[in-house]
């Protein structure tokens, strides 16, 4: 099955800076997702992006397909955005049913 | 909208209950799954639903049987519970139409379960 690996495991920033998280896979993918998953541990989608780059809010992301990576990018952190962030990717488009997590980066934002 | 919702939100069992864990999405979602996370593993499919009436393992099924109810439910069992079945299990649904390219996965709040 598809690899998936996330750097860093683990990341602490002061609230306002910016970060980028990375997510890379072994194999060609046509399903991509991030998640983040919160302190109490809701687990909340933020981007189905199997290619390309979206945004949303201080939010984006950016898949380049070819090269076997995605980034997602957080801008002026704010202490909400702390948890862990998934990355989870798979072969079939639209398909949730051979999705293969990632172990996630743990981020902290300080106050 | 409700989304995804599960029951019940904690559950402490003793080594050879038996127990089930509810689901229902409210989104006319298609395909259903149940997934356990543990620390250092990630998530793991236990079973998936691609559709009302047909049901499917996943990674790691073993212990656990499932229900499609209907196309909103989607219940997990554990016959026999065992130490090892010690986790936090996440519902969840999605779209899914085939090669549809739009079809993020939606989470319910999970159960934590804890089998002594």
Known sequence: GIQVEQSPPDLILQEGANSTLRCNFSDSVNNLQWFHQNP????????????????????????????????????????????VYFCAVGAKPGSARQLTFGSGTQLTVLP | NAGVTQTPKFQVLKTGQS?????????????????????????????????????????VPNGYNVSR??????????????????????????VELQDLYNSPLHFGNGTRLTVT
């Open chain 1, 40 to 83: 109490w541990g809701q687990l909340i989608n933020l981007f189905y992006i199997p290619s390309g780059t979206k945004q949303n809010g201080r939010l984006s992301a950016t898949t380049v397909a070819t090269e076997r990576y995605s980034l997602l990018y957080i801008s002026s952190s704010q202490t909400t955005d702390s948890g």
């Open chain 2, 19 to 59: 127990m089930t864990l509810q689901c229902a999405q409210d989104m006319n979602h298609n395909s259903m799954y149940w997934y356990r996370q543990d620390p250092g593993m990630g998530l793991r499919l236990i079973y998936y639903s691609a559709s009302e009436g047909t049901t499917d393992k996943g990674e």
């Open chain 2, 69 to 94: 109810l209907n196309k909103r439910e989607f219940s997990l069992r554990l016959e026999s519970a065992a130490p090892s079945q010690t986790s936090v299990y996440f519902c969840a649904s999605s």
